[in-house]
């Protein structure tokens, strides 16, 4: 078997495909970008959409199927969307009711997939630049926090802008805004650094998803639009059916990291 | 009545909105943004909007109105697409059937209206940048092409991107480039310069659409994705129902130039 930490995009997809690959995707063929998976009815899809292209720094859209169609043509053609991610999770009215690792026998003519861009890529870009990323160093998962910002509403979708945060010094936080914001698909600048309050952020210390991580003196938190914004808003909209990809298990693209840079 | 070359987006809008503009727009309200419009029922507005979020070049999405509602709330709240252009085009099935001053009595609660990034921001910034833009200097509409590259399709939509050219020297060529890099939402970077025939246009002396301009020696052609890309493609698709802007009588947004820099 391939190893999965130095193989393709490609080689990660045939591996979920095969039932090989279970397991969550971060590390994983390195330099291939990596994309949240939404999965709605046409009749949704429209109003969606229509969020992404209002709120891009939280839903940047890296592709999006024709209604039926899981192969995902401009970043990775050939793929199935059906079978190439680790794991999936299915919703029915905003309840999370399955967890697969294959949803096949779910898929029907009607469903539209959207692959939004994931803040892996800007952090293989911060590392690249030198500047720390405190969650990797500290081996948790990134935290994050819903902020009384709201998103721009559109049909039935509307909410808070959820947002993860990484503590830098004011020089850092300068270098990774000039890095970021060479990746608008990549949830680009940061949204806000320094009080937390300022955006509605009242413990910094407890993180609404993830996990908190070390706070050094000399350092603010720096704040970046989050691509659980619209798996938030989603659930809160109830669509009766919907699949998303399992946190953290992510789908491979066949862009390169650089393929994304503006 | 307000002078209005010196005038706001809004004070255009105001004069629109009582028939005392019914002119073209270039030269409006200098430093702010206009807009290509195109409005369309809803069951044609998902395929749209899937098109432009796939052609983002030709097709730089500055708003989208929910369906029914004729205000932009994001580019330019309070206005009203109905009443705020000099002049609108109506088509039925691809067929250009009127080209009215207002378009209330034609407003459906099932339009979606489009507003696109413009070419005359980025001209702008070129002239301001010290590249200069041959149409105007000649007093001529800028020459635009179709080519043999195609635009990524998007259900019933797909055709060849349209573009516009300016001729420059190589390191005018740069400088375009990078000023434009900065303005993804209105066509940002060139796609192409240099040999026509590479993108399929065979007669540059001949364009498809606007007037020809002089290219003189040591200039090489420099291509620009161009707004009449959607438009074109709309037209082929032959909706039952869809009303644009009149070519050159653009939206005034309350957006600056400078909004749109990146």
């Known amino acids: 078997m391939t190893d999965l930490r130095t193989a393709t995009g490609a080689a990660v997809r045939v591996a979920c495909r095969r039932g090989e690959l279970t397991r969550p995707t971060p ?3 390195p330099g ?17 959409l229509l969020f ?11 592709d ?9 043509l401009s970043v990775a053609p050939g793929a199935d969307l059906r079978t190439d991610l680790p794991a999936y999770r299915l919703w029915r009215n905003g309840e999370l009711v399955e967890e697969p690792v294959d949803i096949t026998r779910y898929w029907r003519d009607d469903l539209v997939a959207f692959l939004i861009g994931c803040s892996f890529t800007f952090e293989t870009a911060l590392l690249d630049a030198g500047v720390p990323v405190r969650h990797i160093e500290e081996n948790v998962n990134v935290p994050m926090y ?23 010094t004011p020089a850092q936080a300068v270098r990774a805004t000039q890095v970021c914001s060479r990746l608008p698909r990549a949830h680009g600048a940061p949204v ?5 309050l300022a955006i509605g952020i009242s413990a910094i210390e407890r993180p609404d998803f993830g996990d908190p991580v070390t706070i050094r003196p000399g350092e603010v938190p720096v704040f970046w639009a989050c691509g659980v914004t619209p798996q938030a808003v989603l ?10 990809h399992k ?5 491979l693209t066949d862009w390169k990291d650089s393929d994304l840079e503006e």
């Open 64 to 72: 999006v199927t024709e209604p039926g169609d899981p192969e995902p």
């Open 235 to 244: 659930m809160e909209a109830k669509p009766p059916f919907a699949i998303t």
């Open 52 to 62: 992404c292209q209002r709120n891009p720094k939280p839903c940047p859209l890296l």
């Open 247 to 251: 946190p953290g298990h992510m789908f």
């Open 27 to 29: 590390g994983l063929a």
């Open 32 to 48: 291939y970008v990596q994309a949240n998976l939404v999965v709605l009815p046409k009749d949704w899809a429209f109003d969606f």
């Open 192 to 196: 806000h650094f320094g009080d937390p």
């Open 146 to 168: 819903r902020t009384n910002v709201p998103c721009r509403p559109a049909g039935r979708f509307a909410g808070p802008m959820v947002v993860s945060m990484r503590p830098l």
